[in-house]
């Protein structure tokens, strides 16, 4: 018994120095420094339905994650994207995205990411404003599922799935 005890007091003192990060938890600069590759698709309630994969290529520099994203879609279209994730405290970040009007704010909690942001789909030629509500979640496999209903005027109009892994 004394020896359960003693080890039962070692592994909890050995626990005092960890951080307060669990395993499970997501952690943005963490999961998305380096490579990374998702498949996914969109799929809108006026039929369209485009499926893709994303190369996503991440830097952490110690305050901001820079988080390229290359998109190929399956009718041969490719487009680039780049993130960039501001850290604002433990499980928040301020991101803004060339497409983004204005900017989100991520908030994690545990082993889920949620955010949500305005967009232009169609930049250029006109104004297609439609808002993504976004939420990710690290899987007990590691990948992270994202899930994004697409809103206009407060409506759901398309719902985006997106599955993240490492290489």
């Known amino acids: 018994m004394k020896r359960l005890l003693l080890l039962a007091g070692i592994f909890a003192f050995a626990g005092l120095g960890t ?33 893709f994969t994303v190369d996503l290529t991440g830097r952490w520099n110690g305050n901001v994650l820079t988080l390229v994203e290359d998109f190929h879609f399956a009718d041969g279209e490719k487009d680039r994207k780049t993130w960039r994730f501001e850290k604002l405290g433990p499980g928040r970040y301020r991101g803004t995205r060339e497409d983004v009007r204005g900017a989100t ?31 990710m979640v690290l899987r007990e496999d590691g990948t992270v599922l ?3 209903w697409v809103t206009k005027y407060g409506f759901p109009v398309a719902l985006t799935r997106v599955t993240f892994r490492h290489p």
């Open 19 to 51: 951080s307060a990060v669990q395993a499970r938890d997501l952690v943005l600069e963490q999961y998305f420094a380096g490579r990374t590759v998702a498949e996914g698709s969109f799929s809108a309630i006026n039929g369209v339905r485009r499926s």
């Open 105 to 135: 704010e991520v908030t994690v909690k545990g082993d889920t990411a949620t955010f949500s942001y305005l967009l232009d789909l169609d930049p250029g030629a006109g104004e297609n404003l439609v808002r993504f509500h976004d939420k």
């Open 146 to 148: 994202n899930t994004a």
